[in-house]
């Protein structure tokens, strides 16, 4: 089995034998590395402008009878076309201001969902950073002022069943200290 590089349609095509979508097309033309290219994904070098012929194959079926024309403008994928003549246009209707924009539009939109899953990372490491009891107490006692509102926000979208094994971490702590006797008396009370 060899390895490919798969495109997603910009629009799905559908198989003349079965009727099924055809939502992307596999590859061999580029680095062969599973991946999946979008349209707006940098590809392959800033110079390679061209029209590449691939056939499409139907899953379902397990039929190749067609063709989709995938079009590279400067190593940005920027779109599919089932006729060479469509593709031809698309690539001559294309201009680098708009591709520019474009690029600029999706690297914002990649940019903000790092950094929100960054974010969430971060919380999650401070959260299982915490000694149990700490974590526990985070949750059982109610925020006090806006820092404490803020700083209890932070871990509200963990797992409840996290939470209900740190409860029952916790209980087991708490019985296993009133049989050894090792809870102080403030604990007890």
Not at 7 to 12: A, G, I, K, V
Not at 18 to 31: A, M, P, Y
Not at 137 to 157: A, C, G, H, Q, V
Request: glycine letters at 4%.
């Amino acid at each position: 089995m060899s390895m490919f590089d798969t495109f997603l349609l910009s629009e799905p095509v559908t198989c003349p034998n079965c009727g099924t979508l055809i939502n992307s097309v596999q590859t061999k033309e580029f680095g062969k590395l599973l991946v999946s290219y979008h349209v707006g994904d940098p590809v392959s070098h800033e110079n390679d402008t061209r029209i590449i012929k691939e056939d499409l194959f139907c899953e379902k079926c397990r039929s190749s009878n067609d063709s989709i024309y995938i079009v590279l403008f400067h190593g940005i994928y920027i779109g599919s076309s089932p006729s060479k003549q469509e593709a031809t246009q698309l690539l001559n209707d294309t201009d680098a201001p708009s591709i520019i924009r474009e690029l600029g539009k999706q690297s914002f939109y990649y940019r903000c969902k790092l950094d929100a899953v960054l974010h969430h990372l971060e919380n999650i490491i401070n959260y299982y950073s915490m000694h149990v009891e700490e974590r526990v107490m985070k949750f059982l006692k109610p925020p006090e002022n806006l820092t404490d509102m803020i700083e209890w926000s932070k871990y509200r979208n963990l797992k409840k069943t996290d939470i209900l094994e740190d409860l029952e971490n916790l209980s087991k702590m708490i019985k296993t200290g009133e049989e050894s006797g090792k809870l102080s008396e403030d604990n007890n009370s």
